[in-house]
């Protein structure tokens, strides 16, 4: 099928990309041209693995392709995805749509009558933005005296990619799910995603298997459009609960004395909880979770319902950031002066997004303390410098001048390379052998035997 993706963030650019993988022929459109000019040149303009391998030989053979301001070739689709930026509104006001206001306007103004055509809306959005859309659209259609001709479909058709494994999410998803009243539409995104639905496919050499035992055929889920838009919310509204839920469990655990890690062992067996999303720790971030609890808690409130859990959800995460800096002042005493390195900034692994991540409120903290703060991320460093100049913390290259001299070692994102430090040399560089691990990836290293003073999150601390 011919396929138009507007906007090349996460979303855009890892679907334009399966969906050309798929056969499809894909135009990629950003306004952002910088960004356009990147992509054409052959490289990505942010990191997630295994993308490079899926977008370079699509371009190459012709069948993806990236452009800006050329919203002509919008007509040439017979499926338009919007997929740009919904940001929220300062102060937790819910979420500014402009940009899907303008994708929507510029699709409007585009179309010409001649054939079906499929506009699916994979930004995440405020119930009720599917209809808001179509009306924009068929507004501009109506204004151009177009309206009558087109057969037009709108559909609401979420996306749940997780960053850092993104590519595998796209084409093993463990659901897909379509919003829309039109019948036509829903047949043809059925066939435009019948090879992953099917796992027809040949995905991309580097990529793992589907794991056993995942649905197949993947769950094609078709609903009302209100019915789409709730399920991603509620989704990742689900997934920060637990998370919450298992902070809260952690520092319980602490004034009761007993061992997060065990509780979450238990709890996850139960086939009905599952394992997944009890890592307790400093909580979430990133892009994802704030904004659509936001975006959800504000479509309630406007609607006379105070939605009372998320809001202790939301509240509960902002507050576990700071357990690693009331950690290092219980056991530093006070931090002016003290060197304080902190190992990892972006939000999560396997990303350098930095967008809501933990590290920055951290940071911030030890800063406002009077700490003298060191950072070091083996792919967010560059990304960290531009968003926070401030000389006041200094970014480290490598792991040895992140530690030297350090009176407090803090863990904020659990990369794999953490568990790799020599440990001992470690130990030697730095000033007081302080560990405060913020996400229980170094619980039970045996970090004692080389005299280090070890906290976690939620983890009974030894008498010394
Ligand atoms: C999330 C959803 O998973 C995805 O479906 C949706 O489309 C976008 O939002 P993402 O933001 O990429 O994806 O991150 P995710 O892997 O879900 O992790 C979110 C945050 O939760 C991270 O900061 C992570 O460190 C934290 N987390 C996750 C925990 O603190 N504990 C856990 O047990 C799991």
């Known amino acids: 099928m011919r396929i138009s993706v507007l906007g090349t ?27 356009i000019d990147l992509l054409r040149a052959g490289r990505l303009p942010f990191y997630e ?23 002509a070739l919008l007509n040439e689709a017979d499926v338009i995805f919007i997929c740009v930026g919904t940001p929220s509104l300062p102060g937790g006001k819910g979420i500014d749509l402009r940009f899907v206001r303008a994708a929507a306007t510029q699709i409007g103004e585009i179309l010409e009558p001649g054939r ?8 995440t959005v405020p119930l009720g933005s599917r209809c808001w859309v179509e009306t924009l659209v068929k507004e501009v259609l109506h204004r151009r005296g177009r309206r009558r ?45 019948r090879p992953i639905i099917e796992r027809s496919f040949t995905p991309p050499a580097s990529l793992a298997a589907a794991p056993s035992g995942q649905f197949s055929p993947v769950p094609f889920l078709w609903v009302s ?19 919450s839920f298992i902070n809260e469990i952690a520092n319980i655990c602490e004034v009761l004395g007993a061992d997060v890690r065990e509780v979450a062992t238990g709890l996850g067996l139960d086939r009905r909880i599952g394992p997944e999303f009890l890592a307790a720790g400093v909580g979430w971030g990133g892009s994802c979770f704030g904004k659509d609890l936001n975006g959800l808690m504000a479509d309630a409130r406007a609607y006379g319902y105070e939605p009372a859990l998320l809001r202790a959800v939301f509240d509960l995460n902002y507050r576990q950031r700071m357990v690693v800096v009331k950690k290092l002042q219980n056991l530093l005493k006070t931090l002016r002066g003290m060197v304080i390195a902190v190992y990892g900034l972006s939000f999560k692994p396997q990303t350098d997004d930095l967008r809501d991540a933990p590290s920055l409120d951290v940071i911030k903290k030890l800063v406002s303390l009077g700490a003298l703060v060191r950072v070091f991320d083996p792919v967010a460093t ?10 006041e913390v200094k970014v480290c290259h490598d792991p040895d001048e992140l ?11 659990e990369w794999p390379q953490v568990k790799e430090l020599d440990w001992e040399r470690v130990a030697n ?31 009974p601390v030894r008498p010394g």
């Open 149 to 193: 001709e087109m057969e037009l479909a709108t559909v609401s058709n979420p996306e749940f990619l997780r960053e850092g494994s993104a590519v595998y999410d796209v084409f093993f998803p463990d659901r897909i799910v379509i919003g829309t009243e039109d019948e036509w539409a829903v047949e043809t995104l059925h066939e435009l995603y």
């Open 116 to 123: 079906r055509r499929v506009v699916v809306n994979k930004s």
């Open 382 to 391: 560059g990304a960290f410098r531009r968003l926070c100049p401030d000389p």
């Open 429 to 459: 560089r730095m000033r007081r052998k302080i560990i405060v691990d913020g996400r229980n990836v170094l619980a039970g290293g045996g970090l004692e035997q080389y005299g280090f003073a070890y906290q976690g999150v939620g983890i």
């Open 9 to 35: 963030g996460y979303v855009g650019l890892v679907t334009g990309a399966a969906l050309a993988h798929l056969g499809n022929q894909v135009v990629c459109h950003d306004i952002d041209r910088e960004r």
């Open 403 to 413: 530690v030297e001299g350090a009176d407090g070692l803090v863990i904020v994102t």
């Open 225 to 243: 459009p209100a019915g789409a838009e709730l399920i991603k919310y509620a989704a990742n509204a689900f997934l920060a609960t637990k998370i």
């Open 49 to 71: 693995p295994h993308l490079d391998e899926v977008v370079q030989p699509a371009r190459r053979r012709g069948n993806l392709i990236f452009v800006s301001g050329e919203f």
